[in-house]
């Protein structure tokens, strides 16, 4: 589903509810009490959301635990959450934010304007070790306590894309008494937010669970009702094999679970699509494409021409097809079309092994024994570094490599758990890793390509371009929405001209719960918010 410019918000909301499986009949009476048991194919590896670069921090606490200065609705609207009204001056530095009078964390510490500033604060502090947080205060100049209940955010140069910052998880509020009182570890395990749930317990790579926040007694801004949650906890149990976790949905072991994931192919979807008493609820995903980076500092996808022949000749359409049916479609840019529609991008690179072979004749890559090819005695090798959560590599993988190894590479996989696959691809280890970034601006970019992030946060293809610099700065300088847009898609061009990665896949974010779970809500970034879900009998 692509937005395009002139939607207006309704018309994204009423697309967006296309998409939507609605399953169920209508909405049974609230229930109060009971537990909702999620089944969540990857451990979060901690949950400080300004600590992480793991997506299933934010996905599981962005809306329950933590709340944020505004919320982004699914059409992609901006509402007052923490803050009652923001205003921004007229050059784009200062962002000016009136906070609610009414709010306490958890801990019964008042949220104001000084712990506003002390939580960006802490996020460019050099001595704390800040996560996907960071590039979402790139020129970051400091946080002025304008009275309790306002405050002003100031950045060095322009800065369009804070609102969605703001409102995406990243930025999340914590308890400036709690969190600078635990140590590190209690901290990233046990954070203390001002939301509808609290964190109980963490048990790593087994399961985490919310608790009902009785204090709780405003209306969330996509809430039907003011006060605390109906559900007593809410049990987040990591199954990371995609199997398993649909059969614990069937058996009733969970209620609900997150189908796309790692490890998952379309036949799973299929399967529950057959059982009656589910219901499937679906949306397309804001952020990047599902994208193969392409190392471009290691041999010999350091070559252009090589890094074209990976995508010439690997055939997305057909893996998609055969794989991912029902998860996803085929990607054209880097960024998805909810965030950047590009229809001409569709053009580039179609499947054509042809090509693909003679590109890698003319850099000297010349068919050898055991059809594979070779250079001054050496193979053509390629290492794919591959992430595994215990329940397998992702399932296009072994696809990829079989394709890989038709056109005459010596592609090799190396499955690793997240920690050391992260660090190997902060160091530039190897050739090829796959990445989604869950993101509401196509300053997501920045994280992936800008050349300060090479062996942090997610340059992962090492790539560094002055060019590509200068034009990232200019997307989050221009406040003019029309020319941010024409900016990110001669961006989007540039890199799929370099092949720093291989857009595979549109994704859609998938999640089936039993018929007797509702309620439950979702934002723009697909995050589920369960302060007002209940389970019937």
Request: aromatic share 10%; glycine share 8%.
């Amino acid at each position: 589903m692509a937005r395009d410019r002139g939607m207006t918000a309704a018309a994204v909301a009423a697309a967006i509810a296309l998409v939507v499986v609605a399953g169920g009949g209508a909405l049974a009476a609230p229930v109060t009490g009971g537990t909702l048991t999620v089944g969540l194919e990857a451990d979060p590896t901690m949950l400080d959301p300004h600590a992480s670069a793991a997506a299933a921090t934010y996905l599981l606490g962005s809306l329950n635990v933590f709340e944020s200065l505004l919320y982004q609705a699914p059409d992609g609207a901006f509402r007052p959450w923490l803050a009652t009204s923001y205003r921004v001056s007229p050059d784009g530095k200062t962002f000016t934010f009136a906070l609610r009078q009414d709010v306490r964390f958890s801990d019964g510490t008042p949220f104001n304007a000084d712990a506003v500033k002390w939580n960006l604060d802490r996020i460019v502090n050099p001595n704390f070790r800040a996560g996907g947080s960071l590039s979402s205060l790139v020129g970051y100049a400091g946080s002025t306590v304008v009275d309790d209940h306002t405050v002003q955010v100031r950045f060095n140069a322009p800065y369009a894309p804070f609102l969605s910052y703001v409102a995406g998880g990243t930025l999340a509020m914590l308890s400036p008494k709690a969190t600078a009182a635990q140590t590190e570890a209690q901290t990233q395990h046990a954070p203390v937010g001002s939301g509808p749930f609290t964190v109980a317990e963490y048990v790593t790579n087994d399961h985490v669970t919310f608790v009902r926040n009785a204090g709780y007694n405003r209306r969330a801004p996509w809430s039907d009702h003011q006060g605390a949650p109906y559900l007593d906890r809410i049990v987040w149990k990591i199954v990371p094999e995609a199997e398993t976790r649909a059969i614990t949905l069937s058996s009733g072991e969970t209620q609900m679970v997150y189908i796309l994931g790692y490890g998952t192919s379309g036949s799973i979807l299929t399967q529950l699509r057959r059982d009656p008493r589910l219901v499937e609820d679906t949306r397309p995903f804001p952020g990047t494409a599902y994208l193969w980076l392409i190392n471009v500092r290691r041999p010999p996808t350091d070559d252009l021409r090589v890094r074209r022949a990976l995508l010439y000749g690997i055939n997305r359409r057909a893996i998609i097809a055969s794989v991912y049916r029902g998860l996803g479609s085929p990607a054209c840019g880097l960024v998805s079309h909810v965030l950047l529609p590009d229809p001409s991008a569709c053009s580039s690179y179609p499947y054509d092994p042809r090509q693909a072979a003679a590109l890698l004749d003319d850099a000297g890559w010349r068919m050898g024994p055991n059809h594979v090819r070779q250079k001054d005695g050496k193979p053509l090798t390629i290492v794919i570094n591959s992430l595994n959560l215990g329940g397998g590599d992702l399932p296009d993988i072994e696809p990829v490599q079989a394709q890989l190894l038709e056109l005459g590479f010596d592609a090799k996989i190396k499955s690793q758990a997240f920690g050391p696959r992260t660090e190997d691809n902060f160091h530039c280890t190897d050739n090829l890793g796959t990445i989604f970034l869950r993101a509401n601006d196509p300053d997501t970019l920045y994280a992936l390509f800008s050349s300060t992030n090479i062996g942090t946060n997610f340059n992962w293809s090492c790539y560094a371009n002055p060019n590509v610099d200068r034009m990232l700065a200019e997307g989050r300088s221009t406040l003019d929405p029309a020319k941010r847009r024409a900016i990110y898609l001669q961006l989007d061009r540039l890199l799929l001209d370099q092949a720093v990665a291989m857009p595979m896949m549109d994704e859609l974010s998938v999640w089936v719960r039993r018929s007797n779970v509702q309620g439950v809500k979702y934002n723009y970034s697909t995050y589920p918010a369960f302060s007002d879900a209940y389970v019937t009998k």
